[in-house]
């Protein structure tokens, strides 16, 4: 008798208008129930939002829509000839004032919410923009496609060159320049080069890279980490750039002559990357522990190819536990020119899991505080070849653990040391572990100086120990197999020295192999320093099958000495 109240219920985008009786919505919409068992359906009416436009002292003759709903059909927004404002031209529709991201050409059909939208104007006159000497080299150098500063205005710009520089004069279009450097990624394209000037960026955490051979420079570009003559920095703060593919590929990644500070990590893989380099950068991140990402490179359960990490300054500012640290596979790496230098505990500096094809890590500078090793190949090596070659290694003090670990190292695994210097280290320096079969270290021409249980453990290794110098007594592990030269260890470093500088010139020296194709296409000559790393070409030549490479009448299948050769294509 007293019926049922009917509830109001909620539906996105729409407005709920009551309950009725019948599917075509006559009458009245009924509020109680009070008879039988009945059907009720529920009537929506598209809710209303409004747009607001902000001309920005800009005019226009056409309609402005005040209102629009989810369900109306699309609104087309004035155009840049329906737009008026005196010596500026229309950009178009942003929804924020700074006019990034993407602009509106209409309120598409589905589109729900209020609307701010701000009309985006250019000066027509060109700001000027002056540039060092040091930027006009960079420009005139790189064909850059895209410019970030955080203060640049809505115009064109007219670059213009200071001091030696100063005939240099270049006019650069608005949309080629960006505020951010998130706004500058977001917009590549293949093969852009994004300059940012000197200034600190702070914006979004995590940047995804998602277009190939993008470079991206500094003000100190070709300029090493460590270099006094560097100029203002471009700081890149707390910024992750995460390589990864979404259907796109983000190989060939450069990095040149900018700075990273923070607690993020700057480079983090989600995805198997072919090509990156980071070059002339300081890294200064301080990095919180072992699992938040906290490393400067870090890359999980992919595989990075051709990675090149050259002339940068690593400052650890803070404990980073594994400043560059790869838990997948690491194929084909240079580490070469860096300054790895930290008062605080880093625990490893390099921290590799597993490492196919080249490693070398090459005339470095390491003076820092480790609790655990500088170089740690934690797994799987087989087949790698590793050089640690003239590097300069010192511990902060005696409290240091070790120099280079290499565990699970195989038959197949060539690791040679070569040139360098080892000083205030603690047991041991050097340490190589067989999973299987020994493989063969040599360790030649280096110098140990004075140091506390300093010794190589190898345990299960053919070790090549020969044309050192050592200030103290090397000890090694029982289980190591020493294959020793019969060249002595020197007994002064004046000695080391000079028998090295002939040595290395020899192992420097290049030598060429040159093709003739014999009517094949052209094959460029490859120059080398370990006949046994070049890979021979193979031509091809319309009509013909190729039958080898030729030296004379003896045919050539692999390069055997380091001396300068010709070859001939034999069809």
Known sequence: EVGVALY??????????GWYDNAEFN???????????TKYYARWTPTEYGVTFHLNEGTTAATLPEKYTIESEDIALPTASEMVKEGFSFLGWFDNEAGTGDAYTKIATGSHGDLDLYAI???????????????????????????????????????????LAAKYETEVSNSCIYTTLADAIN??????????????????????????????LGPNAGKAGNAIDRVEEAIILDIR????????????????????????????????????????????????NLYSNSEVVYLWNYTLTNFNFEYNYFSGEAACVRPIRFEGKLKDSRFANNEFASDNNLYDMIRVDTVQGSFVFENND????????????????????????????????????????????????SITFLGNEFNSLSSPVIKVSASTNAPVVDIEYNKFESNANFCIIAAGTNVNYANNYSAVEITNDATATYSVTNEKDYTTVEELDAAYAIFNAEYNRTATVTFDSDGGNAVDPITFKDPTTVVLPTPVKEGYEFDGWYNGDVKVTALTEKADVALKAKW
């Open 121 to 163: 104007w250019q000066s027509n006159v060109a700001e000027e923009k002056e540039l060092s000497d040091a930027e006009v080299a960079i420009f005139n150098a790189n064909n850059i496609t895209k410019y970030v500063f955080a203060d640049a205005s809505v115009c064109n710009y007219l670059f213009k060159g200071v001091g």
């Open 241 to 288: 750039f995460s390589i990864s593919t979404d259907g796109l590929s983000g190989d060939g990644l450069v990095y040149d002559g900018v700075k990273f500070t923070g607690t993020s990590c700057i480079v983090a893989a989600t995805a198997n990357v072919n090509g990156l380099e980071i070059k002339n950068c300081v890294l200064a991140a301080k990095g919180r």
């Open 8 to 17: 109001d219920c909620t539906k996105d985008y729409y407005d709920f208008a």
């Open 27 to 37: 009458g009245e919409a009924v509020k109680l129930h009070t008879k039988g068992i």
């Open 366 to 413: 390491v003076h820092a505080y480790t609790s655990a090793w500088f170089i740690n190949v934690w797994k799987a090596c087989g087949g790698a070849k590793f050089v640690i070659k003239d590097n300069k290694i010192n511990g902060i003090d005696l409290s240091n653990y070790g120099g280079v670990q290499f565990t699970a190292a195989t038959s197949d695994t």
């Open 187 to 216: 917009h590549a394209v293949e093969g852009d080069v994004i300059y940012v000037f000197a200034g600190t960026y702070t914006e979004s955490a995590q940047i995804k890279v998602n277009v190939p051979n993008l470079t991206i």
